[in-house]
């Protein structure tokens, strides 16, 4: 079973830039993966997903200033975030299996630990 682990969460300044990683423990290439995140006292929402043949899709709240990417040989996903700002300080998940189900995007079932990432005004 797939195994993820985040990395790259941290403290930035308002309008900087962070760049998460999750690596996977085995394959995720046949599979649609997911950034989610929960800001403190809210639930956890999605935020990007990118498929099986590289097609990403973006939340409102991040488009413009998010990229979704995959490298599959490598067995990680990266979320590149740009021009943060506090509204984006939430613990940031990957998900394996993001699925359309029901007329929404519903997660897999494999999370990873979480990253936090903190943003100051």
């Known amino acids: 079973q797939v195994q993820l682990v985040e990395s790259g969460g941290g403290l930035v300044q308002s309008g900087g830039s962070l760049r998460l990683t999750c690596a996977a423990s085995?394959?995720?290439?046949?599979?649609?993966m997911g950034w989610y995140r929960q800001p403190p006292g809210k639930e956890r929402e999605r935020v990007a997903l990118i498929t099986f043949d590289d097609t990403a899709t973006y939340e409102d709240p991040v488009k413009g200033r998010f990229t979704i990417s995959r490298d599959n040989a490598k067995r990680t996903v990266a979320l590149e975030m740009n021009n943060l700002t506090p509204e984006d300080t939430a613990v940031y998940y990957c998900n394996a299996g993001v699925s359309w189900t029901g007329g929404t995007y519903g997660p897999g079932n494999v999370w990873g630990q979480g990253t936090q990432v903190t943003v100051s005004s």
């Open positions: 085995g394959r995720i290439d046949m599979i649609t």
